[in-house]
């Protein structure tokens, strides 16, 4: 079970609800163009800025204690690590985008279904790994903070920059069906999470659902 701390559905929680509405608000015309880049970049800068600002205003007596306990040797090797994880991801992408293409000519389906199942799922098993390891080591904060980070950054970046390189449709099945899907998910998240009662975690079972319906969703998509 993952314990989830208020102040997360509180705050960030509410955060990525707007960034999804507000997608689904912009997208809803049938187009993402420069406007609707513009937009979720500015959202982007705004939730950037506040998590700084709450950064620094809180004081982490955990994290005083953690740099004292770190070797200060160790600082250039974990840059070097890094920067070489970084340009690996990239090069990693590019190989995931050229893959789905091809599978999607080889199988004779949409390039948005290749997106929506191979594509997502392949880039989703770095922050699969980063929460599994964060589990075994009982650091839940991390496990709900990476999957409401990554969504949000998801909803709102990758969204905002293909918008302002280069306007294009949104396809009729992204507003009808998967968009849908989408925002169900994110409310099951904080229902399943908040409970409206003093403890907020997340069980085995409620894990079972919340697989359980996007093993369903990828099922209808075939």
């Given amino acids: 079970p ?26 809803s015309d049938g187009r993402l163009d420069l406007t609707d880049g513009l937009i979720l970049l500015s959202l982007l800068v705004l939730f950037l800025a506040y998590t700084l600002k709450e950064s620094k205003n809180k004081k982490h007596h955990e994290f005083d204690e953690l740099e004292h306990a770190v070797d200060k040797s160790q600082t250039k ?6 920067i070489v994880s970084l340009m690996v991801l990239i090069s990693s992408a590019k190989l995931v985008v050229y893959g789905g293409v091809e599978i999607a000519k080889f199988f004779e389906v949409s390039d948005l279904i290749i997106g929506l199942t191979v594509v997502a799922l392949g880039t989703s098993l770095p922050e699969l790994a980063v929460s599994i390891s964060s589990v075994l080591k009982k650091q839940f904060d991390m496990v709900v903070g990476n999957v409401i980070g990554s969504n949000l950054f998801n909803t709102i970046a990758v969204l905002a920059i293909p918008g302002l390189m280069h ?41 079972v659902v919340l697989v ?11």
Avoid: Q
């Avoid at 993952?2 to 997208?27: N, S």
């Avoid at 306007?167 to 989408?182: G, H, I, T």
């Avoid at 359980?212 to 075939?222: E, R």
């Fill in 2 to 27: 993952i314990e989830v701390h208020e102040d997360i559905l509180k705050k960030e929680w509410i955060f990525l609800m707007v960034a999804t509405l507000c997608a689904g608000l912009l997208l």
């Fill in 77 to 82: 090797k974990t840059w070097i690590m890094l």
């Fill in 167 to 207: 306007p294009s449709n949104v396809p009729e099945d992204v507003l009808s069906r998967d968009y849908p899907v989408m925002l169900m998910l994110t409310v099951l998240l904080f229902l399943v999470s908040y409970k409206f009662s003093k403890k907020h975690i997340i069980n085995r079972f409620e894990g």
């Fill in 212 to 222: 359980s319906v996007f093993s369903i969703y990828m099922w209808i998509l075939f």
